[in-house]
């Protein structure tokens, strides 16, 4: 079975500081992973996915996840938050062939001015 | 382009009624999905449609039961409400098994009282 663990249900940042959203994986074989985001009242977005190519997978609005298979992690992060990030995110595993995606519980990314 | 779309975004429904949640995307996807969102529990998938005609239970599927009309539309039915369904709902469709990438709809918020 697989799953994902995201270790964070909500994550204040400042604007314009670093955001950190942690995220580890199981799987018995080699996953996909993937980073969803959902704004208010919307649906989810895809924001990054690993797919056993590069590790350091870059993303959408300036966001980028390492995959790290020794420490089991899938961590997103951005160098600079804005106001328009602030939303709920979503670590996702998904076996081969991409038939059931198991999602994490969300982390909520709230952004101060 | 219309993407994925869901009817109705708003439903309140008294315990024991029925009601049908319907999606339909116009991407010529082949999968297609059906997910709950509670607070605290990120999405979980109900029951998913891996190419027409053809359907499978997911993680929560008691108390629902789904129909792949044909390639654009999969629909999502409550027999008999409960106020455990009371949740928003997600319809998502994926191309096929070399990208990964949902397409989500907006969301059916739904009741049960």
């Known amino acids: 079975a697989q799953s994902v663990t995201q270790l964070d249900s909500h994550v204040s940042v400042s604007e314009g500081t670093p955001v950190l959203l942690r995220c580890n994986y199981s799987?018995?074989?080699?996953?996909?992973l993937f980073w969803y985001v959902q704004h208010p009242n919307k649906g989810l977005q895809l924001l990054l996915k690993?797919?056993?190519?590069?590790?350091l997978v870059k993303g959408i609005n300036g966001f980028e996840a390492e995959f790290k298979k020794s420490e089991t992690s899938f961590h997103l992060t951005k160098p600079s938050a804005h106001m328009s990030d602030a939303a709920e995110y979503f670590c996702?595993?998904?076996?081969?062939?991409?038939?059931?995606?198991?999602f994490g519980t969300g982390t909520r990314l709230l952004v101060s001015p | 382009n219309a993407g994925v779309t869901q009817t109705p975004k708003f439903q309140v429904l008294k315990t024991g009624q029925s009601m049908t949640l319907q999606c339909a995307q116009d991407?010529?996807?082949?999968?297609m999905y059906w997910y709950r969102q509670d607070p605290g529990m990120g999405l979980r998938l109900i029951y998913y449609?891996?190419?027409?005609?053809?359907?499978d239970k997911g993680e929560v599927p008691n108390g629902y039961n789904v129909s792949r009309l044909n390639k654009r539309e999969f629909s999502l039915r409550l027999e008999s409400a409960a106020p455990s369904q009371t949740s928003v709902y997600f319809c998502?469709?994926?191309?096929?098994?070399?990208?990964?990438?949902?397409?989500f709809g907006e969301g059916s918020r739904l009741t049960v009282l």
């Open positions: 690993y797919t056993s190519a590069a590790t």
């Open positions: 449609s891996a190419s027409e005609g053809t359907t």
């Open positions: 998502a469709s994926i191309r096929g098994s070399d990208t990964g990438e949902l397409f």
């Open positions: 799987s018995s074989y080699s996953p996909s």
């Open positions: 996702v595993v998904s076996n081969t062939g991409f038939q059931k995606l198991v």
């Open positions: 991407m010529n996807h082949n999968s």
